[in-house]
Structure formats: C-alpha cells, structure tokens
C-alpha cells in the first residue's frame, strides 16, 4: 500500500493505493492521524485502493472519530466496487461523507 | 486494560448472586469466542475481511486468555474463514471463560468464594470488589447509545457482543432499547467478526428451537 499526499483547492488530499490490511494498518494509522491533525479539510483519494480488510476499516473509524473531534472535514472520493461493498456491510457509508471521484469531493467544498 | 471477553463477563455478572447471567452455554461459548477473536483482531494478531480471516502474527500477547485463543487457532490454515475460527473457539468456551474469570480475579475487579449448594455440591461465587470497572463499561456503552458520536474500535467490540447475547437488557429498560434500537444495530453491524458471530447465533438458536418438543 502507498500513501502519497498532495494539496488541492486548499484541502489536503491522501490518496491511498493497493490494498489496506492489517499487515499495513500500523503506518497508515500514523500517516493518517498526522493529516488529520494539520488539515482542517481532508480527502481520501480511494480511487486505485483495491482491498479493505477489517484492519483497514479500523483506521478509517480512528480518521473519522479524530476529524470529529477536532470539527475538522473528512471526505471520501473513488471507492472501488469491492471497497464500496465493505462499506455497505459494514455500515460505514453512514459515517463518511463519500463521492464519486476527487473532483466531486473538492468541489463539495466550494 | 481488560479484554472485550472481561468486559462480556461483567455485563453479564449478576452482582446479588456472584454469578453471570443464566446464558444458554451454546450461546455464552459463542459470544466468549467472538469476544477472544476481535480482541487478538484489535491487537493484529488476526485480521479479517467479509469472507475470510487470516493470522498475522502468532507472538505471544501477553495474556493468558488470549495466547490461548491464538493458539487454539493455529491448527487451522493462515487464511481460513471467520466461521471456522469461531466454531474452534467456541468448543473451548469453558476454558475461556476460566481463563477470563481468573483474569478478573486477578486483576482485583472479582474475588472467589467457595461454598456448598444443597450442603453437598460444590459451588463458586464471584462477587465484585467494587464494581467500578463494569460501571464504567456500561457508562461507555449508554455514552454512545445516547450521542451522534462514531464509535472507537473497542465500543464497537463490546456493544456488537452485548447486542448479540441480549445482554444490553442488563443496562436499558425495555422501552430505552426500542428507542436505541437503530443505533445499537447501526454500531453492532460495523465489526465484521461480530456479524458472523451473530449469524452464527441465528443458526445455532433456530437449531436449539428445532431440538425443543414444540419448539
């Protein structure tokens, strides 16, 4: 998995690629946590992530939770049909706030 | 910190008799494992997708219970299925919930007390000490029941467990549960092991019904 960062229309945006699992929960739990605490608007860029285990969901709820916290914006762009599927079982389409791609995501906070 | 298999036994001890709740053992032995299975998941010892659970790492966690737990499941492949670790965990149930009852004596929260039944079987109490640590597990589960907050991993755990053995009456009246209802179910369905222990649940009461004259 990679985790590569750029800035766009004055959000952060993380865009995550590969697959999200318990064998790299622990680095993107502190890549995330650190974004999370300088940048008051965040995107995650899901487009090229093709797996989320339980692992990965963990550290997105720790992302959320954190973001809410600091009243902070944590959106979602790109999900893939599998990621989306986990999302939909597990729930967690109620928690964030998602779009279809970045541009839609950056476009949300005009 | 105590383990989700801890926090399950104090929801379901009964502080006037020293006892936990009249479980069906099945059902008891099946949350025990769920409990077991998503606190090894919390310390990536194990982790899980829709379909399968994989182990990770099989060093040793440093609780009795819990390296128990792991290896008891080591017999089966690297990459198996949620459902297959939770039955060979459920047969140990007993001893998990031994195990988790030591750990609680242990740590100060329960003492042990021995006494007779009818003056002639042999039977065991469990009163709380000072019943501070299951006020708290129950402050932290009514806390998110009652908020728009999203959940830690941990409270997941423990409400998906409580919600799943009916042990969440134990801490709401029957009329606060019905107004929670869709957020306990909104939470509980977030852990993955906790759905296919509660699926596991499902077919093993539709069995126990099927088992019962007139059932």
Redesign the interface.
Known sequence: MDITEQKAEGATVLQFSGRL???N??AADTKLADAVSRSPTLVLDLTALD?????G??VL??A??QA?TAKQKLLLAGLQPSVK??FE????S??FATFPNRDAALASLK | MLTCAEELLLLAHDEKSGQFANLQDLLMNTALAGAVLMDL??L?R?????SSL?V?DRKPTGEKLLDFALNSIATLPAKTTTIDALDVLRKQGNEIERLAIAQLIGRGILKEEEGRFLWVFESHRYPLIDGKELQEVKRRIASLLLSD?????RD?VIIALAQSCGLLRRVFSDSELRSMQKRID?IA?????G?AMTDMMIELNAALTKLLPYG
């Open positions: 699992d318990g064998t929960s622990a797996y989320i285990s339980s692992a969901l963990r709820l720790k959320a939770k809410q599927q986990v079982i597990s729930g967690f109620t928690l | 998941a919390l990536d194990v982790d899980t997708d829709v994989v990770l907050e999203i959940p830690d991993p997941i909104q369905k977030m852990d993955l092991i759905q």
